[in-house]
C-alpha cells in the first residue's frame, strides 16, 4: 500500500555531516536546538531569443540554497560549517574547551539532513548534499537571551552520482542516524 499524503508539522532534528576528501560521509553532528532547516532549489536559464520571441530556454547549474537556524551550537557543528579545529584541555572541574580557526583554512563541504514529524506517525526526512557555507555564519549574545547561531549556503550535489538532494517519507517516523 502506498503511503498517503501527509503533512510534515515541526522540525525534529538536524545533523552536519563532515565529508572528507574522497567526499565520504563522515560521523554526524547534532546541530542542538533547531529551529529552522530552509531550501530552495535555483537554477540558471538561458533564453534564445529571436523575431520578439522566446525560442527556447536551457537551465544548468542546479543548486539547493540552504539557511539554519538553532538556539546555540556545539564548537564541533560550528567546525563542519566553518572548517577550523576544536581542542580539550584539562579535566573536569578546569577543563577548557577551544576553537581555533586560521586564516589560511577554507569551509568545507558537508551534508545536512533535517526530520520533520508528520501528522500521520511518520515523518520526512530532507538530505542536501555537498553543502558548503558560503554565506554569512552568525552568532547573537544578547542580555536575557540564549545563543542564536545562523548560516547559509549553497548545496551543489554529490560528484559521483549527481543527486543534488533527497526528500525521504516514512511512514513510520525515523530518527537521524
Same mark, same amino acid.
Given at each position: 500500500? #502506498? ?5 510534515? *508539522? ?21 546541530? #542542538? ?133 533527497? *526528500? ?10
Amino acid at each position: 500500500m #502506498p503511503l498517503a499524503n501527509t503533512l510534515q *508539522f515541526g522540525l525534529r532534528d538536524v545533523r552536519l555531516y563532515p565529508l572528507n576528501s574522497s567526499g565520504a560521509r563522515g560521523t554526524g553532528v547534532d546541530l #542542538p536546538v533547531s529551529r529552522t532547516f530552509s531550501f530552495k532549489e535555483t537554477v540558471s536559464s538561458e533564453q534564445l531569443e529571436g523575431d520578439d520571441v522566446v525560442i527556447a530556454a536551457h537551465d544548468y547549474n542546479p543548486l539547493v540554497e540552504w539557511e539554519l537556524e538553532a538556539g546555540g551550537i556545539s564548537f564541533e557543528a560550528y567546525a563542519v560549517l566553518a572548517g577550523g579545529t576544536v581542542t580539550s584541555t584539562g579535566t573536569t572541574p578546569a577543563q577548557v574547551k577551544t576553537y581555533s580557526k586560521l586564516n589560511t583554512q577554507s569551509r568545507p563541504y558537508f551534508e545536512v539532513e533535517g526530520q520533520a514529524i508528520s501528522d500521520s506517525g511518520g515523518d520526512m526526512h530532507c538530505v542536501v548534499y555537498r553543502c558548503k557555507a558560503d554565506g554569512d555564519l552568525e552568532g547573537s549574545f544578547e542580555n536575557g537571551s540564549f545563543l542564536m547561531s545562523k548560516g547559509a549556503g549553497k548545496g551543489y550535489g554529490r560528484t559521483d552520482n549527481n543527486k543534488l538532494y533527497d *526528500f525521504v517519507q516514512n511512514e513510520t517516523a525515523v530518527s537521524i542516524t
